[in-house]
Each structure stands twice: as C-alpha cells, then as structure tokens.
C-alpha cells in the first residue's frame, strides 16, 4: 500500500494495496463505514454492501450514468469525429432503451452457441502453441488472446486486428489513465479505424455482422447517426476486452494456486459453470461510476449533484448478509445471485457471451494441461481501479500430465 490511507475517507481505488487486495478493505468498511468518500479523482461515494449497491443501481433517476469512468475521459467531443458516448453504457434513457435493444439479438443465448464452436477452435489453437513449452505467462499467452478475437469476429474486422485491440483497451483503461496522451492517442485511433468500416459497410449494404447492424439500423425512421455508431463499436470492443480477459485470468489464477479445485475440476468438468460463476463473484471485475443528480441526502451521506458513485459489484459480491463464508471461492456454490455483471437496467448485455468464453477457455484449459502452478507468487500483476484482473500468471506446466 502506498503510505496510510484513511480508507473511510481518503479511499484510492487505484491505490496498488487496494488493487492487490481490496477485499479485507471492503470488511473493514462495510462494518465502519458503509458508504465511504473521497476527495481523490474527482471526489466520489463508495458503497460496499450489497443491498445499497443493487438499490443505486436500480435508481436511474437519481444515479445517471453520463459518465461511467472515474478518471473523467478526456478530450470531451474533440475527437476526429466528435464521439462523445458509448451507449448504451454512458447515456440514460430514452437514448439508452433504444440503443440496448439493438445490442440484445446479437448476444443472444442463442447467437452465443453459434459462437461457441469458433471460440473452442481458438482456445484449442493456443493450447496446441502452449503445451510444446513449460512455463508460459497464461495471462498474456491466453486469457489476452481470446476475448479480442471473438469480438474482432462478431463486429467483422480481421482478426489480425486482435494486437492492435488489446493496445487500444489497455491505453483507453490502464496505462492511458494516468496518461493522458496515450488516451488520447488510443481513441483517436480507434475511431479512424471504426469510421473506415462503417463506411465500407454503407457502400457495400452489409448487414452481415455487427458494425453492418449498426449501420443500417434505425430509430423512428432515421439510421443511427455515425457518432453513435463509432461510440457503440468503441463500447464493444472496451466493455468485451479487458472485462473478460480478466474474469478468465483471475479463474486461471486461481486455479494455478489452489491445486484441490484444479483437480476437482479436471475430474468433474461438469462443475466448471457453477466454478465459473465462483469466480465471478469472487474475483468480479467491474465498478462502474454514477453521477449524482442532484443534490441530495442518500442513507446519511450529503451527495451533491456531479458527485460520482462508484458501483461497487465486486465489494457487493463479498458482503457476509448475502453470502455465507463470502471470502473463500466454494467452486459448487448453491446460492450465488452474484452482481458481478450488474443489476438493474445497465445489466451487461454481453453477460452470456463472457460466460461462454470463460466456461469455454477453462474447459480447454485444463483438458490439456491438468496440472499447472504458479512460478512466483511475487511475478503476478494486477490491473484495477475500474476493470480488476491479473495481467502477468506466470506459471510451469507438469508435462507428466499435459497433452
Ligand atoms: C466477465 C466479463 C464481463 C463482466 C464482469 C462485465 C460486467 C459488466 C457490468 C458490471 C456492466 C454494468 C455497468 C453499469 O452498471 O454501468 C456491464 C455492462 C455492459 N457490458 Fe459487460 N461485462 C463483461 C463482458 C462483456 C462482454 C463480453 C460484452 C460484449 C462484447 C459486454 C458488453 C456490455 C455492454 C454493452 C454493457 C452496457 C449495458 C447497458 O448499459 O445497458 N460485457 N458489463
């Protein structure tokens, strides 16, 4: 931890202690200080208990979503093309109603099956590279290359593109928050590039993927403008990336330091969905910010309009009145109503696709290397702060048993 904190009210979510290990820190506050506050990045609220969280989330009308980030975005509509949103993630309703709805068919349960098969073919091809070695960084040599390529297929760019992804998300949500120029440079970039295919799908009338959906969809009678559109693309690629290849390396994490659930797993792999939805909880991602309306006296807490809230899902995940034994990971869970995807009407709308490929990428996994664990405990890295997932699992595979 970088010097004392007062966590009640000088709490820093990109404080690296609090990045490692925010968990005893979310205990300590949910019995001294439920709601906690700070004057860093801007000033915001932080609930941690599970009941508060879920109700904020269900009260648009007072928490809007106009801006979800905490490090507020830069270069406010100065980009090339002057996007400022990525709904439906960063608008409220009405805008918000109609733009979900034209995201929902494409992940479907339905749709997400049809992607099943690809997804498993991937994992398969970086497992065939992975098992000829003995130790391999798995954060970086896998959990990174699934998600961008699934979502380079669905929007319909080359997946050669996925590199270049994983760049752009990194500086839009890691390195580029506390640097602006890259942040800059990552959305600049990305909406040429953006802006380039949704015109190739304009002249060519392609509704064959997403960005081609996008296009050619409307709103009483009118095509969606191309701010929208760039916002939309932008927001599948940032919310499908770094999101999911965190929930898949926090699970392999996992399983490379706990060797009892490796091989229950490896002898039970039908108990690899309830594991996933463990490690959901357990390990969530995301926290996503509010604005405060106006001003206003919340549970005790003096919030002023433009404050920010942060939607604390993975410290709603932990809280002892809605889960028993909340910080150990009981990977055949009974009763786990997690809100690792949210709740309310921002509910993620890619929450089956990320199942998918979590259940999928572990499923691989482990069928061709059963035994694996973690080289040094002090080589892992984490990201956090909004999106929370270990960047670096350097790990030595037991050859005896991989095939
Ligand atoms: C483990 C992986 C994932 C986690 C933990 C996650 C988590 C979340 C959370 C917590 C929200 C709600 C945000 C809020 O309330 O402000 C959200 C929204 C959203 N997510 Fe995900 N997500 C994941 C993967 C994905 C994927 C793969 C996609 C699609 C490619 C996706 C697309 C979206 C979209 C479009 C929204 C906005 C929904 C709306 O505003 O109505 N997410 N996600």
């Known amino acids: 931890m970088t010097g004392y904190i007062d966590w009640s009210t000088d709490y820093d979510i990109f404080d690296k202690g609090y990045i490692e290990n925010p968990f005893s820190i979310w205990d300590d506050l949910r019995e001294k ?7 860093r990045w ?27 980030l905490v490090v507020p975005p830069v270069g406010v509509g100065t980009g090339p093309y002057g996007v400022t949103t990525g709904a439906p993630i960063s608008v409220d309703a009405p805008v918000h109603t109609w733009t979900r709805r034209q995201l929902l068919p494409a992940f479907s349960p339905r749709a997400v099956d049809e992607l099943e098969v690809f997804t498993r073919a991937w994992c398969r091809e970086l497992m065939d ?19 961008a390529q699934v979502i380079a297929t669905m929007l319909g760019v080359p997946t050669t593109m996925k590199d270049q992804f994983t760049t752009w998300v ?34 060519s009338g392609s509704t064959d993927d997403l960005i081609g959906e996008l296009v050619h969809a409307e709103h ?32 392999l994490w996992h399983l490379a330091t706990n060797k009892e659930d490796r091989d229950r797993l490896v002898r ?40 920010r809230v942060l939607m604390a899902f993975p410290a709603a995940n932990r ?21 690792a995807f949210g709740a309310g009407i921002h509910r993620c709308v890619g929450s089956n696709l990320a199942r998918m490929e979590m259940r999928v990428a572990i499923e691989e996994f482990l069928a061709r290397v ?5 080289r040094d405990d002090a080589e892992v890295t984490w990201a956090g702060g909004q999106v929370r997932g270990p960047r670096t699992i350097p790990v030595n595979f037991n050859k005896k048993n991989a095939h």
């Open 33 to 39: 200080c439920p709601i906690a506050h700070t004057d």
């Open 42 to 68: 801007g000033e915001s609220w932080l609930p941690t208990e599970y009941d508060t969280v879920t109700k904020m989330a269900r009260e648009p009308e007072l928490f809007s979503s106009r801006e979800i």
């Open 129 to 147: 590279n992975l098992v000829r070695k003995d130790q391999a960084d798995i954060a970086v040599e896998y959990a990174q290359q699934i998600p």
């Open 170 to 203: 990194r500086n839009t949500l890691e390195a580029g928050l506390a640097n602006p120029e890259l942040r800059i440079q990552a959305r600049d970039e990305l909406q040429v590039f953006f802006m380039s295919e949704i015109i190739k799908r304009r002249e």
């Open 220 to 251: 009483e009678g009118e095509p969606f403008p191309d701010d929208l559109i760039l916002g939309m693309c932008g927001l599948l690629l940032i919310a499908g990336v770094d999101t999911t290849w965190s929930g898949i390396g926090s699970s």
């Open 268 to 307: 039970e792999p039908e108990l690899i969905p309830s594991a996933v939805e463990e490690f959901l909880r357990a390990y969530s991602p995301v926290t996503m910010a509010r604005l405060v309306n106006d001003d206003m006296e919340y549970q005790g807490c003096p919030m002023k309009a433009g404050d």
């Open 319 to 339: 809280d002892p009145k809605h889960f028993d034994r909340p910080n150990e990971v009981i990977i055949d869970r009974e009763h786990n109503r997690h809100v």
């Open 370 to 374: 059963p035994d694996f664990e973690l």
